[in-house]
């Protein structure tokens, strides 16, 4: 799928919407009786990343997804023809997909009333986490990373305690049948999670460390690290950008929240049952999140998920 056909999938329900009379109503064109707006051009182009650095190449964009409508307002049309607008699968993927974007829409609201963070509170958070701008390092590591299991991290931990090396570590694994992955990979600070940076940036080149997480075990060992700071100036937009996008996301939940509080809500059939297990932490952000780099190691390790929005 090319990225102006994702954008005209993202921006299918704003299409054809002719209620905001503050909205632009100039048309681009006419495909029958129907009327394809410049302002449903807009809506696709502002959900798309764009290379166009000239009024040429923004024109041609803007024609290319002018014709894209054009192609699926013929689309529509043969399927209303059809009556696959009455299909029961159709109708139940336009319910939810009105249910998402009304959800989305209410989050972004709360969202956009939580005030932004001032420059002392920038300052304040750039000097409190030196590990990750004026200290931040790059980080060369060897990694193992085991399933949870009762006794094996402190094992492990004796094993490096004693000296031995993650080689060491791998046959005393394979003789106990215990499967492992590893690997090398290259992190910066920023790409570590802050509660694992603070001990990951404690250790000095050739030591290890042993990190436990609900589902796995990681054995670490810092092959060799160099300093990369980043500077004030450098760094403020950024935590700028994390710190509005964190309060925004705790701002969405504990509306949230409040409103299951103010709700009465009863589970039914299979569902009424208790949980035997802690539900899988699923998070809706308000709005688009700052794009992440490839990960350059396996990404079920304790150090993938790093600080997002930092990065």
Sequence with gaps: MSIIAAGLVLGLSACGNQDDKNENTEVAAKVGTEEILVRQINQVTNRISTTATSPQLTQAMNREVLEKLIDQQLAVEQATDKKLNRSFKVVSQIEAA??????????QLIASAVPKPTAEELKKYYAKHPQLFSERRIFNVQEIVVPTAAGVADHLRQLIATGKSIEEATVWLKGKDIKFDGGNATRTSEQIPLELLTQIHALQDGQSVVIDTPQTITLLRLTSSQISPVTEATALPRIEQFLVNQRADEA????????????????????????????????????????????????????????????
């Design 98 to 107: 009105r249910s998402e974007i009304l959800a989305r829409a209410y989050m």
């Design 252 to 311: 969405v939940a504990a509306n949230l929240k409040q409103l299951r509080a103010n709700t009465k809500i009863s589970y039914m059939g299979d569902y009424a049952k208790p949980e035997t297990e802690p539900a899988a932490s699923i998070t809706i952000s308000p709005s688009s999140p700052v794009a992440q780099p490839a990960a350059d190691a396996k990404t079920n390790t304790a150090l993938a998920k790093g600080v997002v929005g930092l990065k």
